[in-house]
C-alpha cells in the first residue's frame, strides 16, 4: 500500500458479489476488417441496425446512452462583481447557452438562445464592474496553423469572437469582434485581451456599437494572465519566451513598459496587493532539459517575490524547500497566489507530499499551512473580502470532492458540505461571514446540475433541470475498490456491478482507463464533462450487464505526489502497464466474470494504455476500444513540443518507443475499435493512421470510426454518441 493512501470501501447488496458461469465463444482476431465511417452515422442512430442489448440477464430498459447523456452540463460559475449576481454556461446536448441567477430568487434563467448542436464553445464568462453585461469567447481555440475547430464541416468556416450580451434585456448577443479572456478594468473604462500576440485595449460599448480597440503593447514573446491593479492605471502581464518569462507592468497614463526585475527564469502568476502599491509573482528556476511524461519530484526550488510596479524592483519573501514542493503545482480556478487581507498571500505547495494551502506574510517569514492533512485541494476562490479562501478537496474522503473554507490567516478549514456528493466551482457572491454560495454538484446517480446555499439552504439554480429523461434511479452505486499492479503497487479504482446479476452469474467484464494521466475518476458522475461523459458510458454497460472497472492508474492526480510523479511512467518507462495487467488479473479472478470475456477501453492517455493492454497482453483482454490513444511517445511528445528531436537523446528515445504500444504490435491478436477526430490537437491524427496500418499488415481485426474536422474533447454531441454506441456495440459483438 502506498503511504499515505486510504481507500475508502462500501457495502454492496448481499448477493451481488457472486456470479455463474456463462460460456460463451470469443471471435477470433483474425477477423475482416469493418469500417464504421461517418457515412453510416445515420444508421448507428438506428436502435434497428445496431442493437445495443446484451442478451446476457434482464435489462433496464430505461438506462439508454442518449438518456444518460440527456442532462446539460454546467460550468464555468462567474459572480459579478456587485449585484450577487452569478453566470454559468449550460451544454444541453451540444446545444451551449449562457446562464445566469441572481437575488433573491437565485432562480437560473438562459440568456442566450443558440439552438444547434454546432460545436461551437462558449467561454471565459466576464461580467462588467456595473453588472450590466455579459462578454463571452464563441468559437474554439485555434490550432497552430490559425485553424478554428469547425466539426460540423460547415463550408462557410468557424471562427472565434469575442461578444457581449444584456443581462437585463437578455436580448440577441452582439459580436464586438476578434480576441480571447475579456479582462475588464476596475475603473470601468474598457477591458484587456490578447490577440495576435498584442495586448489590446477596447472602450465597453452600447447598443449594438462595436468597439474600436487600440494596441497596449507589442513586444516579443507571447503575452496572457493578464491582471489589472486595483484602480485601473497599470496592467499587469507574463511574457513567456521559450526558455525564460517576464512579468511586465503597462502604465496606461504615460503609455510606458517596465519589466519586474528580469532574470533567466521564469517568472509568472502576477497578483497585486489590495492598494496596488505593490505586486507579487512566482519565480522559477528556468531548466531546459525537463523531459515530458517524466516523474518531476522535485528540483531546484521556487520561491516567491513582491515587487514595486513603479521602479520594477522585487525581493524574494519565500523559497519553497528543496525535496517534496520544490516544484510548484498549481490549482484549477486561480493563479498560484492569492492576495489576501492583512497582507497575507496564499498559495499551494506540496512540501508534505499533498498539494494543500499555505500563506506567508507579503514582508517575508515562514509559511502557515491552511490546510493540513493528506488530501487535494483542488478548486480555489478567494472571497471578495479577501478574509477567506473558499475550495474542494477530498479530505476525508479520497473518492469524492467536498467543499470548504479557510481564513487567509491560520487554519483549519471549516466544512461546507459533508456529502456523499461530489462538489466543485465553490463561488462565494458575496462578503461577510457566510454569504450565499452557488457550486457544482453531482452523485452517483445524479448528474452535474448548479445549485446555490444560502443560510443553510441548498437548492438547484435550475429547479427541474435535469429530464426526465435521465435513468438515475436506475443506476448502478459504484464501490470504491483496490487492485493489486502486476508489481504489487495497489492502485484505486471503482466497480460498477449490474443491479441484476444474480448469485452463480458470471459476467463479460471491461475495465476503463481514464486520460490525463493527471486525472482522477470518481464515486459519482465526474467535474470534467470529457469524464461526466466516459462515467455516463460505463454506468451503460454496467446497465447491459458488464461488470465494469475504471482504474485510477499510477501517475494520476488524488493520491499525492509520489502517486503522480509515479517512477519510470509514461514515456520514461510505460510503467502503468503494470496496472493494466493487474486489472485485467483482479477482474479474472472474480467469481461474476468469465475470464474469456474481458475487455477494455479508453481515451487519450487511457487510450495509450489500451493499446498496450492488447499489445501487451491479448491472451487477457479479449477486445479493446482505443479512443485517440497515444501510439508512439515520439510522436507524441513532439505533438506539444514542436522543438522535439528524437535524435538528440537516442536512449531517452529508445526507451520512449520501449513504452509505447508500437514497439510489441507483433503480441496484438484481439480486435480493437479505433476512434479519433482528424483535427485532435492533443494527440495527432497520425498516432491512429500509423497504428491502423501495421495493425492490417499483422492481419488483426481493426474497426475504426474517423470524425472529420473534430477535435480532441468531441465537440459535437451526436458525435460522442456515435462513438459511445459504436463502443458498446463493439463489446456485444466481441465479448458476446
Known amino acids: 500500500m502506498c503511504p499515505m493512501m486510504s481507500f475508502r470501501r462500501n457495502r454492496l447488496e448481499e448477493g451481488r458479489l457472486r456470479g455463474r458461469h456463462m460460456t460463451a465463444g470469443r471471435e477470433g482476431s483474425r477477423c475482416r476488417l469493418l469500417l464504421l465511417s461517418l457515412a453510416f452515422l445515420p444508421f448507428l442512430a438506428s436502435p434497428l441496425t445496431l442493437p445495443l442489448t446484451v442478451p446476457l440477464a434482464a435489462q433496464t430498459p430505461a438506462v439508454t446512452l442518449e438518456g444518460l447523456m440527456s442532462a446539460p452540463f454546467p460550468s464555468g460559475l462567474t459572480p459579478s462583481p456587485t449585484g450577487g449576481q452569478v453566470a454559468w454556461v449550460q451544454n444541453d446536448r451540444g446545444v451551449r447557452n449562457i446562464w445566469v441567477a441572481g437575488p433573491p430568487e437565485y432562480r437560473g434563467r438562459q440568456l442566450t438562445s443558440y439552438d444547434r448542436d454546432d460545436g461551437q464553445e462558449i467561454g471565459?464568462?466576464?461580467?462588467?464592474?456595473?453588472?450590466?453585461?455579459?462578454?463571452?469567447?464563441?468559437?474554439?481555440?485555434?490550432?497552430?496553423?490559425?485553424?478554428?475547430?469547425?466539426?460540423?464541416?460547415?463550408?462557410?468556416?468557424?471562427?472565434?469572437?469575442?461578444?457581449?450580451?444584456?443581462?437585463?434585456?437578455?436580448?440577441?448577443?452582439?459580436?464586438?469582434?476578434?480576441?480571447?479572456?475579456?479582462?475588464?478594468?476596475?475603473?470601468?473604462?474598457?477591458?484587456?485581451?490578447?490577440?495576435?500576440?498584442?495586448?489590446?485595449?477596447?472602450?465597453?460599448?452600447?447598443?449594438?456599437?462595436?468597439?474600436?480597440?487600440?494596441?497596449?503593447?507589442?513586444?516579443?514573446?507571447s503575452p496572457g494572465s493578464l491582471a489589472w491593479s486595483p484602480d485601473g492605471s497599470r496592467l499587469a502581464f507574463v511574457s513567456s519566451r521559450g526558455t525564460h518569462a517576464f512579468v511586465g507592468i503597462y502604465d496606461r497614463a504615460s503609455a510606458t513598459l517596465r519589466w519586474m526585475d528580469p532574470s533567466v527564469d521564469r517568472d509568472g502568476s502576477p497578483a497585486w496587493s489590495p492598494d496596488g502599491s505593490r505586486i507579487a509573482f512566482v519565480r522559477v528556476p528556468s531548466t531546459l532539459d525537463w523531459p515530458m511524461f517524466a516523474p518531476i519530484r522535485e528540483a531546484m526550488p521556487w520561491s516567491i517575490r513582491v515587487g514595486d510596479p513603479e521602479t520594477g524592483s522585487s525581493r524574494e519573501i519565500w523559497r519553497a524547500l528543496e525535496g517534496p514542493g520544490s516544484v510548484?503545482?498549481?490549482?484549477?480556478?486561480?493563479?498560484?497566489?492569492?492576495?489576501?487581507?492583512?497582507?497575507?498571500?496564499?498559495f499551494p505547495w506540496?512540501?508534505?507530499?499533498?498539494?494543500?494551502?499555505?500563506?506567508?506574510?507579503?514582508?517575508?517569514?515562514?509559511?502557515?499551512?491552511?490546510?493540513?492533512?493528506?488530501?487535494?485541494?483542488?478548486?480555489?476562490?478567494?472571497?471578495?473580502?479577501?478574509?477567506?479562501?473558499?475550495?474542494?478537496?477530498?479530505?476525508?474522503?479520497?473518492?469524492?470532492?467536498?467543499?470548504?473554507?479557510?481564513?487567509?490567516?491560520?487554519?483549519?478549514?471549516?466544512a461546507l458540505t459533508q456529502t456523499l456528493d461530489i462538489e466543485w466551482e465553490p463561488t462565494p457572491l458575496g462578503e461577510g461571514d457566510?454569504?450565499?454560495?452557488?457550486?457544482?454538484?453531482?452523485?452517483?446517480r445524479t448528474p452535474a446540475h448548479a445549485v446555490i446555499q444560502v443560510e443553510g439552504e441548498t437548492r438547484e439554480l435550475v429547479p427541474g433541470g435535469i429530464?426526465?429523461?435521465?435513468?438515475?434511479?436506475?443506476?448502478?452505486?459504484?464501490?470504491?475498490?483496490?487492485?493489486?499492479?502486476?508489481?504489487?503497487?495497489?492502485?484505486?479504482?471503482?466497480?460498477?456491478?449490474?443491479?441484476?446479476?444474480?448469485?452463480?452469474?458470471r459476467r463479460p467484464a471491461v475495465a476503463f482507463f481514464h486520460g490525463g494521466s493527471r486525472r482522477q475518476m470518481l464515486l459519482g458522475f465526474h467535474y470534467g464533462s470529457y469524464y461526466h461523459n466516459a462515467y455516463a458510458l460505463n454506468q451503460y454497460l454496467a446497465a447491459q450487464g458488464y461488470v465494469v472497472l475504471s482504474v485510477n492508474f499510477r501517475?494520476?492526480?488524488?493520491?499525492?505526489?509520489?502517486?503522480?510523479?509515479?517512477?519510470?511512467?509514461?514515456?520514461?518507462?510505460?510503467?502503468?502497464?503494470?496496472?493494466?495487467?493487474?486489472?485485467?488479473?483482479?477482474?479474472?479472478?472474480?467469481?461474476?466474470?468469465?475470464?474469456?470475456r474481458i475487455g477494455l477501453w479508453g481515451g487519450s492517455y487511457g487510450g495509450y494504455?489500451?493499446?498496450?493492454?492488447?499489445?501487451?497482453?491479448?491472451?487477457?483482454?479479449?477486445?479493446?476500444?482505443?479512443?485517440?490513444?497515444?501510439?508512439?511517445?515520439n510522436v507524441g511528445i513532439a505533438t506539444f513540443r514542436p522543438g522535439y528531436n528524437p535524435?538528440?537523446?537516442?536512449?531517452?528515445?529508445?526507451?520512449?518507443?520501449?513504452?509505447?504500444?508500437?514497439?510489441?504490435?507483433?503480441?496484438?491478436?484481439?480486435?480493437?475499435?479505433?476512434?479519433?477526430?482528424?483535427?485532435?490537437?492533443?494527440?495527432?491524427?497520425?498516432?491512429?493512421?500509423?497504428?491502423?496500418?501495421?495493425?492490417?499488415?499483422?492481419?488483426?481485426?481493426?474497426?475504426?470510426l474517423v470524425f472529420p474536422d473534430e477535435v480532441h474533447g468531441f465537440l459535437l454531441h451526436s458525435n460522442w454518441l456515435a462513438a459511445y454506441r459504436a463502443t458498446a456495440d463493439f463489446f456485444e459483438r466481441m465479448l458476446r
Open 434 to 444: 457566510d454569504p450565499p454560495l452557488a457550486y457544482l454538484r453531482s452523485g452517483a
Open 124 to 221: 471565459s464568462l466576464t461580467w462588467t464592474m456595473d453588472g450590466t453585461t455579459l462578454f463571452f469567447i464563441r468559437g474554439g481555440a485555434p490550432n497552430r496553423q490559425g485553424e478554428i475547430p469547425n466539426p460540423t464541416s460547415d463550408p462557410a468556416g468557424a471562427e472565434r469572437a469575442l461578444w457581449r450580451v444584456n443581462v437585463l434585456t437578455a436580448g440577441e448577443p452582439v459580436r464586438t469582434g476578434p480576441g480571447a479572456t475579456p479582462v475588464m478594468a476596475p475603473d470601468r473604462s474598457g477591458y484587456a485581451y490578447v490577440q495576435g500576440g498584442v495586448i489590446w485595449f477596447a472602450p465597453i460599448p452600447s447598443g449594438t456599437d462595436t468597439a474600436s480597440p487600440v494596441a497596449l503593447v507589442r513586444s516579443r514573446g
Open 555 to 596: 501517475s494520476g492526480t488524488g493520491y499525492g505526489m509520489e502517486f503522480r510523479e509515479a517512477l519510470n511512467y509514461g514515456a520514461a518507462g510505460g510503467s502503468e502497464f503494470h496496472d493494466v495487467m493487474g486489472a485485467g488479473l483482479y477482474l479474472k479472478g472474480r467469481p461474476d466474470v468469465d475470464p474469456d
Open 647 to 704: 535524435l538528440e537523446d537516442p536512449e531517452r528515445t529508445r526507451i520512449a518507443f520501449d513504452a509505447s504500444p508500437m514497439s510489441t504490435l507483433d503480441g496484438w491478436r484481439s480486435p480493437v475499435l479505433v476512434i479519433h477526430g482528424d483535427d485532435d490537437r492533443n494527440v495527432r491524427f497520425l498516432e491512429t493512421v500509423a497504428l491502423v496500418e501495421e495493425l492490417r499488415k499483422r492481419d488483426v481485426h481493426v474497426e475504426q
Open 350 to 414: 506540496e512540501r508534505t507530499g499533498w498539494k494543500l494551502l499555505y500563506s506567508v506574510s507579503a514582508s517575508g517569514g515562514e509559511a502557515t499551512l491552511l490546510t493540513p492533512g493528506a488530501f487535494e485541494v483542488e478548486y480555489v476562490t478567494l472571497a471578495p473580502d479577501r478574509r477567506t479562501v473558499y475550495f474542494n478537496s477530498n479530505q476525508d474522503d479520497m473518492d469524492r470532492r467536498n467543499l470548504w473554507r479557510v481564513r487567509v490567516d491560520q487554519g483549519p478549514p471549516t
Open 467 to 505: 429530464p426526465s429523461t435521465f435513468p438515475g434511479a436506475s443506476l448502478a452505486d459504484p464501490e470504491a475498490v483496490t487492485i493489486t499492479a502486476s508489481d504489487g503497487m495497489e492502485v484505486p479504482g471503482q466497480l460498477f456491478l449490474p443491479r441484476d446479476l444474480r448469485p452463480g452469474e
Open 609 to 633: 494504455l489500451t493499446a498496450m493492454g492488447l499489445s501487451r497482453a491479448s491472451d487477457l483482454y479479449a477486445a479493446g476500444a482505443d479512443i485517440h490513444g497515444v501510439h508512439d511517445w
Open 328 to 346: 510548484p503545482q498549481g490549482v484549477v480556478g486561480s493563479g498560484l497566489l492569492l492576495w489576501g487581507e492583512g497582507d497575507y498571500i496564499v
